[in-house]
Structure formats: C-alpha cells, structure tokens
C-alpha cells in the first residue's frame, strides 16, 4: 500500500459527459502527479501541483483540467469525453526533500467511455 | 527533452535464470532514473533509483540496476528468477529545472517466468 488513494476505482460512462478523478496524496506529501496509461501512448505525464498550485504541465488536453486544494487532495476533471479518453489514470504524491522526489502511485481509476 | 527506449516489450525467462530487462535514456541533464514494476490491476510500486553517487543501484526484491552513463543505459537485472516477478517493469527518467517533478516512461516490459 502507497498511501495514496484514488477514488472511484472503475468508472463507465458515455461519451460527451464529464467526470471527477479524486486522490488523496500520502500524509504529509505536497506534489500531486497525474498520469494517463492508455495502450496505445502508454504511461503519459498530464499534470503536477504543489501544495496548491500548478507547478508542470504536460500531454494534457484542454478538455481536462486539475486542481489540488487545500487539504492537498487533487480532482482531475474529464469533460466533453471521447473514446479515446478511455484509460487507466493514475495518481502519485511525493515530499519535498530535494530532487529526486520519488513518486508514490495510487491504484489508478480506470474509465471506460462507451 | 528527454525520452526513455525499454528494448523488448515482452521477456520470458524460466524461474531460477538470469532476469536482464534493457532501458536506455536520452537527457539534456544529469538525470534521475528509476525502475517501477506494475503487477495486474495494481499501480506502479518502485523498485530502485539512481540519482548521483554509485553507479550499481540495488532494490527491492532482489533487483539492482547500473548506471552506465556512456552508453546512457540503466538495465535492470536480477540473479534469479521466481514465479512472483511476472509483471510489467517500466524504466522512467526525470530531469532538472521545472523538470524534476515530471517523469517520462518507456513503453514497458512484460516479463514471463516459466516454471
């Protein structure tokens, strides 16, 4: 067990609609990370936020957006959906101790867009 | 930019052989490199880092990797094989700067033991 906590665990729903990805960081973590694991791109880095505020960004459509509040737990929101979105999304937390910040994944939040 | 090429998607050992499982790295910056293994329906556990200092990285599970910065490669190896290692095993790289946080995956190994 990471720490790390990802809510829901499956997810189906339809194309067009919009979805909610929690996570809940490792105690005491400040960084955020979300990934997408889809067969075809495989595991691909979408976003980070520390404590708070975006801090990288990387392949994430403008379809998505993230936000970590103040008890650092951190939402993914999935709009306008597409099959394509379908995919295993992870989340990983990590301290602030100095490179190289080892990441913790949760157990990801697969979704299914039909 | 950096990137990370994992050579073979798909390994297959007999249990009690040499495990070698093949990832090399480009970076513009010193880089951070990690092995993690992803068992079925699981998320990603670390197996080991590499960040500065000695070049062979032991893990977790009887793994260890090396550092080999001028054929930039860090291949992953473990003695020998048991039944419970069968997962998928993915090399990543981070970097500095804005950089360090972000990690960049290979596209995955799938190692099968046969008994």
């Known amino acids: 067990d990471s720490g790390v906590t990802q809510t829901p665990k499956h997810l189906i729903t339809a194309t067009g609609q919009r979805v909610t990805l929690r996570c809940s960081p490792r105690s005491g973590d400040l960084s955020v990370y979300w990934y997408q694991q889809s067969l075809d791109q495989g595991l691909q880095f979408l976003i980070q936020y520390y404590n708070g505020e975006e801090r990288a960004k990387g392949n994430i459509l403008e379809r998505f957006s993230a936000q970590q509040f103040p008890d650092l737990h951190s939402e993914l929101n999935l709009s306008s959906l597409e099959l394509g979105d379908s995919a295993l999304y992870f989340c990983a937390s990590s301290g602030d101790r100095g490179p190289p910040y080892e990441q913790y994944f949760g157990p990801g939040t697969r979704l299914t867009v039909t | 930019a950096q990137s990370v090429t994992q050579l073979g998607s798909h390994v297959s050992v007999s249990e009690g052989a040499l495990v070698l499982l093949r990832c090399n790295y480009s970076s513009s910056v010193p880089p951070y490199l990690f092995w993690y293994v992803q068992y079925p329906n699981q998320g990603l556990q670390l197996l080991l880092k590499?960040?500065?200092?000695?070049?062979l990285v032991k893990g977790i599970n009887g793994f260890e990797a090396e550092f080999k910065k001028s054929e930039t490669s860090f291949h992953l190896t473990k003695p020998s094989a048991h039944m419970s290692d069968a997962a998928e095993y993915f090399c990543a790289v981070s970097g500095g700067g804005t950089s360090y946080g972000k990690l960049t995956f290979g596209q995955g190994t799938i190692l099968t033991v046969h008994p």
């Open positions: 590499y960040t500065t200092g000695a070049t």
